[in-house]
């Protein structure tokens, strides 16, 4: 059990953990730096749990207690718990959705279903830097075909427009248009009109 602790800094909407290196020698934690870390509690108030997954850092000196653990803003504002609440960590296994992006360099394809879970993890920020550096060099070393734009377009859209799957018949695949067909021997590029239905 750790005392959760606010640390103003501004990590660039990544959540960072920090916890002090005497607690993690001393207590066979079994964290290392940039390890993904789970942080959890209960609001009291609310009667509700609450997690995040981070990158934890680890710090010496004053900044933090060897009983507390720190949270970026991001982190902090995200966890939804108030200062001083009592939190437990664990290592974090990276998101189910990591070993479909490890499978496209080998030739894998990745379908509607397979973006929406890697975009949904995206969004709710499981996706350390790395991983989301992976997928954007998973994506441009085996290029993405038509029908992965277009699944891949599908699930961005009904992303953003909060169309989940309960709703198939508001943002379709099949409804888009293309001005300007592709001559692939010159390799003009026409661009495409997409619309919901």
Not at 143 to 162: F, M, N, P, T
Request: glycine share 8%; hydrophobic share 40%.
């Amino acid at each position: 059990m750790f005392r959760l602790r606010h640390l103003p800094i501004d990590t660039l909407r990544e959540h960072v953990i920090m916890i002090h290196e005497q607690t993690v020698r001393s207590g066979d934690l079994g964290f290392n730096p940039l390890d993904r870390v789970r942080v959890w509690g209960i609001d009291s108030a609310r009667r509700a749990s609450s997690e995040i997954v981070g990158v934890i850092n680890f710090c010496r000196g004053s900044l933090l207690e060897p009983d507390e653990i720190g949270l970026s803003d991001e982190a902090f504002h995200d966890l939804g718990l108030p200062e001083n609440a009592e939190v437990n960590a664990s290592l974090a296994v990276a998101p189910a959705s990591v070993d479909l992006v490890r499978a496209k360099p080998g030739g894998g394809r990745l379908e509607r279903a397979d973006f929406e879970a890697i975009l949904a993890d995206v969004a709710a920020r499981r996706y350390s830097r790395v991983e989301l550096a992976m997928f954007v060099f998973a994506c441009s070393l085996k290029k993405l075909g038509l029908a992965e734009l277009v699944d891949y377009k599908s699930a961005h859209l009904c992303r953003r427009r909060g169309i989940g799957r309960s709703l198939p018949s508001r943002c379709r695949s099949d409804r888009f248009t293309h001005r300007g067909v592709p001559d692939r021997s010159t390799g003009a590029r026409g661009t495409w009109d997409w619309t919901a239905a």
